[in-house]
């Protein structure tokens, strides 16, 4: 396909290959069955402009950084935590169309393959410690105070750089597998195993999750359940990775 010509949703669907359909519908659900639907209406706007894939990242990165920028506002009003919420939704929606954008235009490149992941990364890391500090900076939720719970202030920050370094070793333990087992084996063991493609749809709602526990002032809670789910996760990759590692050394040995 060529990027003159007209795009329409039915096109752009038509574009999404199924592998990556059955990709996406275990590793991200939620923007497979929630987000995918308006992706396709809103990616033929920017084909159809002549924006490219990577306009579109870039724009999700700065997106990004305004809403990260922005979670310290917290401090000041409560209401700007959901501001950022929907921001870094809308950051999610758009990491959706720049691949649509990508694979209809024929502009698909391992260079926009890696500013994608750059982006989700960047989203998924920095954004616990950037709300940490909001929420240490930012008076007690009306829901914490309610309750009668007083939080250390300092649980907030050092709740963040877990989440974080939790996320990012996850991620680490992941790559690092899939490189040993290669790709395919890897993907086709997670698809396999129904508790590990359920970790990876709840560890995905938590951005439209935020939105509400912003709307219903009960972030603080969110973002201590999500670190505890986060370190739980790690120790169940660092498990599964030497597990399977295990079984392949053990495959080998018998055939060799």
Not at 60 to 85: E, K, Y
Request: include cysteine.
């Amino acid at each position: 396909m060529t990027i003159r010509e007209k795009a329409s949703p039915s096109g752009v669907r038509h574009s999404y290959p199924a592998w990556k359909a059955r990709v996406d519908q275990l590793q991200n659900p939620y923007s497979h069955y929630v987000l995918a639907p308006l992706a396709f209406r809103l990616a033929p706007i920017f084909i159809n402009c002549g924006v490219s894939a990577n306009t579109v990242t870039g724009c999700s990165l700065l997106l990004l950084i305004g809403g990260l920028t922005l979670v310290g506002f917290g401090a000041v009003r409560h209401a700007n935590f959901l501001f950022v919420a929907v921001c870094l939704n809308l950051v999610i929606l758009l990491d959706n169309i720049d691949g649509h954008v990508a694979r209809f235009t024929g502009h698909a490149s391992t260079f926009g393959a890696l500013f994608d992941d750059l982006v989700t990364w960047v989203h998924f890391s920095v954004l616990p410690l950037c709300l940490g500090v909001g929420l240490f900076y930012a008076p007690p939720e009306s829901s914490v105070l309610a309750l009668g719970i007083a939080f250390p202030r300092g649980l907030w920050i050092t709740a963040g750089v877990v989440k974080m370094l939790a996320y990012l070793f996850s991620m680490l333990v992941g790559y690092k597998v899939e490189l040993l087992l290669g790709a395919h084996r890897y993907h086709e063991g997670v698809a396999q195993q129904r508790g590990l493609v359920l970790a990876k749809a709840i560890r995905e709602i938590e951005s439209p999750l935020l939105v509400i526990a912003a709307a219903a002032g009960i972030l603080s809670f969110l973002f201590i359940s999500y670190t505890v789910y986060s370190v739980g996760i790690l120790v169940v990759a660092i498990i599964r990775a030497l597990r399977e590692t295990a079984l392949s050394d053990r495959e080998r040995a018998r055939q060799g």
